[in-house]
């Protein structure tokens, strides 16, 4: 628990210790540390719904407003996130992968059958690929013993240079964002046409 978690609940414990929230009579503080419980294991609308409660009590309580937003911000990145799909998957140990130069797109569609066959069945990973064609007809080399699914995941998606990203029911693949690089300053005497590329910048004498 980080040095600032650590003084927002210790703040919690004696500013809520003798509120009243209309719920079975539970203290408001019992309400917030069952949210901030239910956040750390990732359950944020489970968390969401505790600290609204608390606020419905203590509308100006300022260390439940803090965990409502890092809760609904969670929420809009696609949380919960476990337990899910990726936990599932990494309950799962493939005994073997070996692609030599196959097609990322042929080598996740292989991943998603093969958990279908080790989980016999109970198990299904249905992948998503927002990526170009390009992306998907990429070829990728790699060998893997005894690895968990969301390690086989992984591995493919860096070597690849993807992105991957658990939802509930489907494991989504999708290209990097694009990083800019940063406009690098003109030496004295050179001056670059903004129609040519950086290697085909012409010097100009003074």
């Known amino acids: 628990m980080t040095p600032r978690l650590f003084s927002i609940l210790a703040f919690s414990l004696l500013f809520l210790s003798t509120t009243i929230c209309h719920a079975g009579g539970r203290t408001a503080q019992q309400i917030f540390q069952e949210g901030v419980s239910l956040f750390k294991v990732e359950r944020y609308a489970e968390a969401k719904a505790r600290f609204e409660r608390v606020l419905r009590a203590q509308p100006n309580y300022a260390p439940a407003r803090s965990f409502l937003a890092r809760a609904n911000l969670a929420i809009s990145k696609g949380g919960p996130k476990l337990p899910g799909l990726d936990k599932k998957l ?12 196959a097609p990322v797109g042929d080598v996740l569609d292989f991943l998603s059958k093969r958990v279908l066959e080790v989980s016999d069945g109970k198990i299904g990973a249905n992948v998503i690929f927002k990526g170009t064609e390009e992306e998907r007809e990429r070829p990728i080399t790699l060998q893997l013993r005894n690895v968990p699914v969301t390690d086989a995941f992984r591995y493919v ?3 690849s240079r993807l992105r991957l990203r658990y939802e509930p029911h489907a ?30 910048s012409r010097v100009f004498g003074q």
């Open 90 to 101: 990494n309950g799962l140990i493939l005994p073997q992968l070996n692609f030599d130069r």
């Open 171 to 200: 494991v989504v693949v999708s290209s990097l964002a694009p990083i800019e690089a940063p406009a690098a300053a003109a030496a004295p005497g050179v001056r670059t046409s903004p129609n040519l590329s950086p290697a085909a």
């Open 157 to 159: 998606t860096e070597v």
